[in-house]
T-cell receptor, first 113, second 112 residues
């Protein structure tokens, strides 16, 4: 298996622009998580899905953030409009209901200027 | 709310030393505990997964133990090498398919 695949690896955008991050979980995994990592706050959960259904989005910082999982093999995290304070590394992870642990993607490094 | 703490925050040792990284959590009702490694600018690599019914897991020079009742886990690295230099993260899962709560990590540097 190719693991959890995220795209793009790097994104530089101007403040106010829309940003879409993408994630393909491991085939067969039914839980998907979006995390954000910054130096100041470490790893924070933004939202997670079980069987494509959002379970907990309390970590989504503002209405500017939205996430979807239209099917078991694809998820997006969208920021609209983006702000410089959104600059961080965004990770996607997947698991089979916690069994076998979690597998993380390589992350998307977002820079908003 | 679960809180995970890792001590020390940073550690520098000479090559060859055996070392212990500590992780504590406030709610002992956990499902799994997982140790990750993160190299600078990279993603998280899973090292060891300890299920709540287990007390330890081993992989090569790494050994992780879990004491749920006291809310503690330790990661033991034997005969450390410069290639072990990275940030080590501890994370707990409170229920199957639930979120992971991460500690702040221990930044390890092993000097040749």
């Amino acid at each position: 298996d190719a693991g959890v695949i995220q795209s793009p690896r790097h994104e530089v955008t101007e403040m106010g622009q829309e940003v879409t991050l993408r994630c393909k979980p491991i085939s067969g995994h039914n839980s998907l998580f979006w995390y954000r990592q910054t130096m100041m706050r470490g790893l924070e959960l933004l939202i997670y899905f079980n069987n494509n259904v959002p379970i907990d989005d309390s970590g989504m910082p503002e209405d500017r953030f939205s996430a979807k999982m239209p099917n078991a093999s694809f998820s997006t995290l969208k920021i609209q409009p983006s702000e410089p304070r959104d600059s961080a590394v965004y990770f996607c992870a997947s698991s089979w209901r916690g069994q076998g642990g979690y597998t993380f993607g390589s992350g998307t490094r977002l820079t908003v200027v | 709310k679960q809180e995970v703490t890792q001590i020390p925050a940073a550690l520098s040792v000479p090559e060859g030393e055996n070392l212990v990284l500590n992780c504590s959590f406030t709610d002992s009702a956990i499902y799994n505990l997982q140790w990750f490694r993160q190299d600078p600018g990279k993603g998280l690599t899973s090292l060891l997964l300890i299920q709540s019914s287990q007390r330890e897991q081993t992989s090569g020079r790494l050994n992780a133990s879990l004491d749920k009742s006291s809310g503690r886990s330790t990661l033991y690295i034997a005969a450390s090498q410069p290639g072990d230099s990275a940030t080590y993260l501890c994370a707990v899962e409170e229920g199957a398919g639930n979120m992971l709560t991460f500690g702040g990590g221990t930044r390890l540097m092993v000097k040749p």
